[in-house]
């Protein structure tokens, strides 16, 4: 079956760690977003790719950083830098094609600070 | 830039009975898209309708239709015959038309059924 998978489903950071969350999609989507959900709030765009080795910043890019080295994959790197990484992450794609297509969503990453 | 409010943190019905999510959005823009997302325990997002600004007919999707009223700027939700299945997170989105990558999410409501 097609779809996006994310690992960890839960991870744990420590002081001054970065941490890699992992999406791979086999739906040969071009486009692929990372989300951050905070309870209470809506869903923030933090970085998104619409082609391989392309990838543009979000709402709220600071403290993140990502790779787009194959199409299939878009790994999202929580620095140091971001002071409150405690959020729910969601990967994302879309086709790329047409106006108005909906986001196909993984199942998402729990990240909580020690 | 557009922003999407949902103002109904909470809501409840009854097994089997209707009720209605309410969204009003801001934007400047004539063509744009709107989604409406379901967030159930398991966290996954799911697509449960979808609805474009330049028609007039309001989406229907089973029990699930919406009211869109876009002078209004509003894209109301309505589930009818509510099971216990749709309790859930629901996030209202809207896209534009010209940026494929701007999707802008409001804060959603949390519904919960009734048995």
């Known amino acids: 079956d097609g779809g996006i998978t994310q690992s960890p489903k839960y991870l744990f950071r420590k002081e001054g760690q970065n941490v890699t969350l992992s999406c791979e999609q086999n739906?040969?989507?071009?486009?692929m977003y990372w989300y951050r959900q905070d309870p209470g709030q809506g869903l923030r765009l933090i970085y998104y790719?619409?082609?391989?080795?392309?990838?543009q910043k979000g709402d709220i890019a600071e403290g993140y950083s990502v790779s787009r080295e194959k199409k299939e994959s878009f790994p999202l790197t929580v620095t140091s830098a971001q002071k409150n990484p405690t959020a729910f992450y969601l990967c994302?794609?879309?086709?790329?094609?047409?106006?108005?297509?909906?986001?196909?969503f993984g199942s998402g990453t729990q990240l909580s600070v020690l | 830039a557009q922003t999407v409010t949902q103002s109904q943190p909470e809501m409840s019905v009854q097994e089997a009975e209707t009720v209605t999510l309410s969204c009003t959005y801001d934007?400047?823009?004539?063509?744009?898209?709107l989604f409406w997302y379901k967030q159930p325990p398991s966290r996954q997002m799911i697509l449960v309708i979808r609805?474009?600004?330049?028609?007039?007919q309001n989406a229907t999707e089973n029990r699930f239709s919406v009211n869109f009223q876009k002078a209004a700027k509003s894209f109301s939700l309505k589930i009818s015959d509510s099971q216990l299945g749709d309790a859930a997170m629901y996030f209202c989105?809207?896209?534009?038309?010209?940026?494929?990558?701007?999707?802008?999410f409001g804060a959603g409501t949390r519904l919960t059924v009734k048995p």
């Open positions: 790719s619409q082609i391989v080795n392309d990838f």
């Open positions: 934007t400047s823009e004539s063509d744009y898209y």
């Open positions: 989105a809207y896209r534009s038309a010209t940026n494929n990558n701007d999707m802008r």
């Open positions: 609805q474009e600004a330049y028609k007039q």
């Open positions: 994302a794609s879309r086709a790329g094609t047409l106006l108005g297509e909906k986001l196909f």
């Open positions: 739906l040969n989507h071009d486009a």
